[in-house]
Every structure is written in C-alpha cells, then in structure tokens.
C-alpha cells in the first residue's frame, strides 16, 4: 500500500482545521513532457520548499515534484511547535558524539529557528507566529528531570531563555491536574504549520523557481547521455537534472532502499476542538504551546480562535484510525478532565518519519543524490533548515550538511518486513508504561 494514497485523496489537502483556515489557492500544474533542470526537488514540504527557495535565490533552476499540494504532507498537519536545539537533548548528544559535536549541534538549532523567524518577516508570511514552547512533567522525577536540563542548557550553553516552573507556577500556566511542574522556553515558538508551507511556497516560485503538484514521482535512474546526472520520471514527465534532492520524510516509499531502511514513517493524530471563548483559559492563561514528558508526547496549544489544538497518539500501520476524535479524546481527557463536555470541531491524522537516533538522515545514497528527512518529531525549523543546508551544500558549501550526516543512523532491525512490527511492540509498551505511572 501507498502511504501517499492510504487515507488522503489525490490532490487534495486532509479535512483539518489547519487547511480549513489557509489559502490552498488552484491546483498548480502537474509536471508534463521532457524538460532538463539544474536541481529536482522530490517533495513541497518545509525541506523542499526551503531548498527551493535557497535555491532559486541563487539562480539555480530548480523544479519542485509534489504527489499532492504543497505543505500536504507532516509539514501542513504537524503540532506547530518551533523548538530549541535538535530533537535530541544536549547531554544525551554530548555522549553521543562528544562535546564539540554536540555544541555545534546546539548552534545549528538555533540557527533553524533564526532561519524561519527570518522567513516569516522577510517574506510577510502570515502564520501566527508566537514566542514560548513549555514542557510539563507528570512525575516529580521528570520535573527534576526538565530542571536540571534548564540549569544544564544555561550552564553549558549560556541559554538563558528558559524558566523553570514548579507546581504552583505549572498549574498557573496551565491549570491540568495531570502535570507537576516543568519548563517554560520563551526562545521557542508556536505558528500555523500550513500558513507557513504555503507562504514557502509562494516565496520560492517568486524567486524563480517551479512547483508542480499533483507529480508523483515513479522512478529514478541514471539519466540518458547524461553523465551523473538523473532522470527523474512521474506519469506524465522526465526531467534529467544535476542533482536531485529526496525531501519525502515519510512518503518515501521505494524510490530510495538505502534511506528508507534508516527512516520510518509513523502516524500522529490531531483534534481540533470548537472555540473556547472564556473558557481558554482553564487549557493556558498565556498564548504558549505545551508538550509533555510522556513518552507518547501529548502537545497542544490554543488557536488564534480560541480552539484548544491537541495532539495525542500514534499509530505504525498505514491505515489511520476510522474515528481520531475518539482516539485523542482519551489522552485529551486525561490532561484536562474539565473539557470532557467541549465538541471536537476538527480531527486529522498525519505521517512523519522518526530514525533509531530520533535524529535526522542526512546522506548522499548516490552521485547527485541528496537526502534530509526522519525529523522525529523536531522538523518544524530542523526541516526548514535542512533546505538551506542542503542548497548550501550543492552550491559547494558542505559544512553544515557533512556535519549532520555525521551523526550515527543505524537502521531499522528487520528491515522493511519487520521494523513497524517491532516498532509497534516497543511503542505500545512505552505507552504502557505512560499509562501505568512507571
């Protein structure tokens, strides 16, 4: 089964309220007869789009394939959360790739917020971006836990936008019985995720260069005559090109085995809950996003309507469930058992890819290949940023490309045949786990 086809319509955005609240605009072109083009990008989400952008700017001429529209993908249903740093945490990457690594790490991260805060003002995207992300701890231990990563953060790194919350000051901002204290990151930030794919998109066809929707793409080979360069093929189209960018995450599929045995696609599920009014502030008394400790992450933040946006579940087959609402409501209920009579107006699942390291694949599976995906939950700026590194690396620039690619991807065990099995069994027991208080 096609993960691209397994519960969206062709062509079409998912019935979320993040598409209910976006300027979609026409369809754009499919892609159609034989044409030549410098760079061929496989994907219009952040990644895509973003080197794209980066890109044209520089007058390469770059076309864009979408299966679908662009931001159809994890960059247009995704929690909306701009976080600090990689999704990993420093201490853990300090162990993982040294200090160095892992300071240069840091600073690359918060290089990608920089990045999309830059886009956003120069490029007058409209995508209600706001300042601070709290994380919040069930448990005393993980309470401690986020404390000494502040004090960690600001010791080590000279991070100082963080403030550590104890109970009192957690049910203050966010009043769920569910949660014992935790981290507020006003370096941080919160956006519509499919405002600002949209407004990517927009920027680089301004700058020069081409997106096609409704392109998926069949096949690539090594192109005709053509030296290193590659044939890229869809339904209707070849487009032979210098270099050619994979910018899927987790709509890869089988165009690459090399990246797909590193990346996995998994599904998050999104409700979106009717406006709040008054009553917006018995979820959070500021207009901050939240994610938690648990190992299946609940996260959520208010609209720019009032409505409660939360996230909760996962799933690791290809189909989604036939009733999400009924799926998140049960996390929903858990952190805030006072909305348990508020409607749910919007419900939609979405596929992103997380590695082994829940760090992201960067490689070069071939002559003129490039890859960037497997974001893991962190792709908001990290993808976005990507796109930049992956245009500064074409350009001959490889710094911060050969730096992430650096950090070990060991593949999923079992291969394609059994690593969402696999995944399924220690994920459920995570979240067993979760439930069970451990």
């Not at 939950?377 to 050969?402: K, P, S, Y």
Request: hydrophobic share 45%.
């Amino acid at each position: 089964m096609d993960l691209l086809y397994a519960n969206d319509k062709p062509g079409a955005y998912p019935a979320s309220w993040y598409a209910a609240t976006a300027d979609a605009g026409p369809l754009r072109a499919r892609a159609e007869g034989e044409s030549r083009a410098d760079v061929v990008i496989v994907g219009a989400g952040y990644t895509g789009l973003s080197a794209a952008l980066h890109l044209a700017e520089r007058g390469v001429r770059v076309v864009v394939l979408e299966a679908h529209r662009a931001g159809f993908g994890a960059s247009g249903r995704n929690g909306g959360q701009l976080g600090s740093g990689q999704r990993q945490t420093q201490d853990t990457l300090e162990k993982r790739v040294g200090q160095d690594a892992a300071r240069l790490l840091w600073e690359m991260g918060e290089d990608a917020k920089a990045l999309v805060r830059d886009l956003i003002a120069r490029h007058g995207i409209d995508c209600y971006l706001r300042d601070g992300v709290a994380w919040t701890a069930s448990s005393e231990g993980d309470v401690r836990d986020l404390h000494r990563y502040a004090a960690h953060l600001s010791r080590g790194y000279g991070y100082d936008e963080i403030e550590a919350l104890d109970a009192a000051a957690c049910r203050a901002l966010c009043p769920s019985p569910d949660y014992r204290g935790g981290i507020l990151d006003m370096g941080a930030a919160h956006l519509h995720p499919l405002r600002f794919a949209q407004g990517l998109a927009r920027a680089a066809e301004a700058a020069g260069a081409v997106i096609h929707e409704a392109s998926p793409v069949t096949a690539l080979r090594p192109g005709p005559r053509s030296g290193n360069r590659t044939e890229i093929r869809t339904e209707h189209a070849s487009i032979t090109a210098d270099h050619v960018i994979l910018a899927c995450n987790g709509y890869l599929g089988g165009l690459q085995p090399a990246v797909a045995a590193r990346v996995m696609p998994i599904n998050n599920f999104i409700v979106a809950t009717e406006p709040l009014g008054q009553r917006a502030a018995e979820v959070l008394t500021r207009d901050v996003a939240v994610a938690d400790s648990r190992f299946v992450v609940n996260y959520f933040r208010l609209s720019h309507d009032k409505r409660l946006l939360f996230g909760g579940g996962e799933s690791y087959g290809y189909r989604f469930p036939a009733d999400i609402a009924a799926l998140v409501r049960k996390p929903m209920a858990r952190v805030f058992p006072h909305l348990a009579d508020v409607k749910i107006d919007h419900a939609w699942g979405g596929t992103l890819a997380i590695t082994r390291a829940r760090m992201p694949l960067f490689a070069r599976p071939a002559p003129g290949l490039w890859n960037a995906s497997g974001y893991s939950g962190h792709g908001v700026g990290t993808a976005t940023h990507a796109g930049q590194i992956l245009a500064d690396a074409i350009h001959g620039d490889t710094r911060g490309f050969d730096a992430m690619a650096a950090v070990p991807i060991a593949p999923f065990p079992g291969g394609g045949a059994l690593r969402s099995p696999l995944l399924a069994l220690a994920m459920s027991w995570y979240a067993l786990r979760d439930r069970l208080g451990l």
